[in-house]
């Protein structure tokens, strides 16, 4: 583990995907600079946006060109939550790098917390000790979450829940595939490959109070559960290809 000079001194890239979030762009861009402007940590917010249909875009391009720690990168057309992360995690120049949505899941000021709790051998996610959802969303959630822990081993009590702080050193070693939804069991199950601690604790969630959710639609559930179909076979794969490269040098 690093000394406390060592985390301090860690930068922090935040990534947000973007798909039609015109009305949460302000108030988010806002209290993340009303929390981190004056933070020596924080290098720069990297909002993707995924193929927006209203002004999103337009007005992420604003805010970066007020202010330049704001990034605004573009996919063309809609490809999908883990494309859109995966966009912003590549371009991330930060020692760290928080992942999160746009429609203020959680209180921001908890920023500075976290970074606290990073080390080199481990990443901090949060999970939530509230549930603003309704019945069919927190029946699905723990379904899921049950699901990834059984059939993958993934150990995190809420998996989707974007609040995500890895270390740099953690993305460079992982091979991140997913297009869809399935990226938040896939980003925690390749820090868990490479020997990272997960370290998950609580907080207050705030629900969606703008814009519209599409996860729970069942294309987005069709789409993760092919994901991860496609995860576990690939994991196998590299599984059988290490066995066979060790036996080849034993022989």
């Excluded at 573009?74 to 020692?95: F, S, V």
């Excluded at 709790?117 to 069919?136: F, K, M, P, Q, T």
């Excluded at 399935?182 to 868990?192: K, N, P, T, V, W």
């Amino acid at each position: 583990m690093p000394n406390c000079d060592s985390v301090r001194q860690a930068s922090l890239s935040i990534v947000i995907p973007l798909y039609n979030e015109e009305e949460n762009l302000d108030p988010l861009i806002k209290q993340i600079f009303n929390v981190l402007s004056t933070h020596p940590n924080f290098l720069e917010l990297i909002l993707v946006d995924d193929g927006s249909h209203d002004r999103t875009a337009s007005l992420a391009l604003e805010f970066a060109e007020c202010e330049p720690r704001i990034r605004l990168l573009k996919h063309e057309h809609n490809r999908g939550l883990g494309a859109a992360i995966r966009t912003g995690l590549e371009a991330a120049a930060g020692d760290l790098i928080l992942y999160t949505d746009a429609d203020l899941p959680f209180d921001f000021k908890l920023i500075p917390q976290l970074l606290a709790l990073v080390s080199d051998n481990n990443i901090v996610i949060r999970y939530r000790a509230n549930r603003g959802e309704g019945l069919r969303r927190w029946v699905l959630t723990k379904s899921y979450n049950l699901l990834c822990n059984f059939a993958l081993g993934l150990r995190a009590q809420d998996i989707n829940f974007a609040c995500k702080l890895i270390p740099q050193s953690a993305l460079r070693g992982m091979r991140l595939c997913s297009e869809g939804s399935f990226i938040d069991a896939e980003l925690l199950l390749e820090c868990q490959r490479q020997g990272y601690a997960i370290l998950e604790l609580p907080l207050t969630y705030y629900p969606r109070a703008r814009g519209l959710s599409t996860l729970s639609r069942p294309a987005v559930i069709i789409g993760i559960l092919t994901e991860m179909v496609k995860y576990a076979l690939r994991r196998n794969h590299r599984a059988y290809e290490l066995v066979e490269e060790t036996d080849y040098k034993r022989g």
